[in-house]
């Protein structure tokens, strides 16, 4: 959870109190600063929820980003280990022809 998210939480929880007890004792200037509170509580919690969302996105990509780079390397390693084993085998063919050329 942002802290966006939690402090917009907070103002809207005072706005909400200040409005009540602006009702409670006829203080409408006190009701109405509640009622603004409430207001940019909802605006900083909308802001954290944008902002929590942006960070759950980059996150899973991320993600998806090292998958695709293990995947690549692994593939680059295969191919290096198949290329290494023709290598290996083209030079015992060619070890087996001098052996047999020698002892010819």
Not at 19 to 25: I, Q, S, Y
Not at 47 to 70: L, P
Request: glycine share 6%; proline share 0%.
């Amino acid at each position: 959870m942002d802290k966006d998210q939690v402090a917009g939480k907070f103002d809207q929880a005072i706005g909400k109190l200040k409005e009540k007890v602006g009702d409670a004792f006829g203080k409408e200037k006190l009701a109405n600063e509640g009622v603004a509170d409430q207001v940019k509580g909802s605006a900083k919690e909308t802001w954290g929820n944008v902002k929590d969302a942006a960070n759950t996105a980059a996150d899973r990509r991320a993600a998806e980003t090292r998958a695709e780079t293990h995947e690549a390397r692994s593939s680059f390693t295969d191919s290096v280990e198949n290329t290494k084993k023709k290598i290996n085998e083209k030079i015992d063919e060619f070890k087996d022809d001098q052996r047999r050329r020698n002892s010819a």
